[in-house]
Structures are given as C-alpha cells and as structure tokens.
C-alpha cells in the first residue's frame, strides 16, 4: 500500500459526460500528480500540483483540468468525454515537488467511456 | 526534452533463471533514472532509482540496475527470478535539472513473464 488513496476504483459513463476523480496524497506530501496510462498512448504525464499551485504540464487535453486543494487533496475533472478517453488514472504524491523525490503511485482509477 | 526506449516488449524466463530488462534513454540534459514495477490490478511500485554516486543500484526484491552514461542505458537484472516477479516493469526518466518540477518520463514497458 503506498498511501496514496483514489477513488473511484472504476468509473463506466458515455461520451460527452463529466466526471472528477479525486486523490489523497500520503500523509505529509506536498506534491501531486496525474498520470494516465492507456495501450496506445502508455504512461504519460498529465499535470503536477505543489502545495496548491501547478508547477508542470504535460500532455493534458484542453477538456481536462485538475486541481489541490487547500488539505491537499486533488481532483482531475475530465469533461466531453470521447471514446478514447478511457484509460487508467494515476494519482501520485511526493514529500517535495523537486526532480528525483520519489513518486509514490496510487492503483489508479479505471474510466470506461461507452 | 527525454524519451525513453525498452526495447523488449516481453521477456519470458524460466524460474530461477537469471534477467536482465533492458532500457536506453534520450537526453540532452542530465537526468535522474527510474525503474518501476506495475502488479497485475496494482499501481506502479518503484525498485530502485540512480539519483549520483555509484552506478550500480540495489533495489527491492532483489533486482539491481547499472547506469551506464556512455551507452546511455540503464539495464535491470536479477540473478534468480519467482513466478512472484511476473509483472510489467517502466523504465523513467526525469530532468536533473527540472528544480521544482518532478515530472516522469517513462518508456512502453516490458513484461516478466516467469514460467515454472
């Protein structure tokens, strides 16, 4: 158990819908991350938050957008979903947002968009 | 900008036989490197990182890395693998020199596939 906390564990909705998946970072880190895993795109790094603020972009769509909070937990709210969209969510935390922390990695968060 | 290639999709071995998980990566700055193992139904669980130092990494569960900045390549191995190691394993990369920022820049993956 890494400690980083996600829900929901599977999520199925239609196209054109909106949903927010949330993440708990492990106790005392600052620093948040979402990645989404898919079998034609892999891992790829969608966004990192530091202790509310974002501090990286990555290849994040237009129809995605995330935040933390002030308890710093973080939500990834995906909207007008499209068929290809599905994936696996990461959420991951770190005790800093400083390059070689290490990145603890939740069990992810299964969408299914029909 | 990084990238990251695992050149082997899969790799199937015998139990207790030795390992090695290749990974080469892409650079035009100094980067910190990664090897993640992803469970069936599990999130990614790190086994070692190369941050400095020595070039030969221990990580969990018996698996070691060395970096090798000539070839650029950052090889995993293990002298003797379970049917307990059968898993998708992630080479990453990230910028030595991002500061502030973390990000990971992971390859396609190779997976395990331990036979008895």
């Known amino acids: 158990d890494s400690g980083v906390t996600q829900t929901p564990k599977h999520l199925i909705t239609a196209t054109g819908q909106r949903v927010t998946l949330r993440c708990s970072p492990r106790?005392?880190?600052?620093?948040v991350y979402w990645y989404q895993q898919s079998l034609d795109q892999g891992l790829q790094f969608l966004i990192q938050?530091?202790?509310?603020?974002?501090?990286a972009k990555g290849n994040i769509l237009e129809r995605f957008s995330a935040q933390q909070f002030p308890d710093l937990h973080s939500e990834l709210n995906l909207s007008s979903l499209e068929l290809g969209d599905s994936a696996l969510y990461f959420c991951?935390?770190?005790?800093?947002?400083?390059?070689?922390?290490?990145?603890?990695f939740g069990e992810g968060s299964w969408l299914t968009v029909v | 900008a990084q990238s990251v290639t695992q050149l082997d999709s899969q790799v199937p071995v015998f139990e207790e036989a030795p390992v090695e998980l290749r990974c080469n990566y892409s650079?035009?700055?100094?980067?910190?490197l990664f090897w993640y193992v992803q469970y069936p139904n599990q999130g990614l669980q790190l086994l070692l990182k190369y941050l400095s130092g020595s070039t030969l990494v221990k990580g969990i569960n018996g698996f070691e890395a060395e970096f090798n900045k000539s070839q650029t390549s950052f090889h995993l191995r293990k002298p003797s693998v379970h049917i307990s190691d059968t898993a998708e394993y992630f080479c990453a990369v990230s910028d030595r020199g991002g500061g502030a920022t973390n990000k990971l820049i992971f390859g396609t993956g190779t997976l395990l596939a331990v036979q008895p």
């Open positions: 650079s035009s700055v100094s980067v910190y």
């Open positions: 938050y530091y202790n509310g603020e974002e501090r």
């Open positions: 991951a935390s770190s005790a800093t947002g400083a390059t070689g922390n290490t990145i603890y």
């Open positions: 106790s005392g880190d600052l620093s």
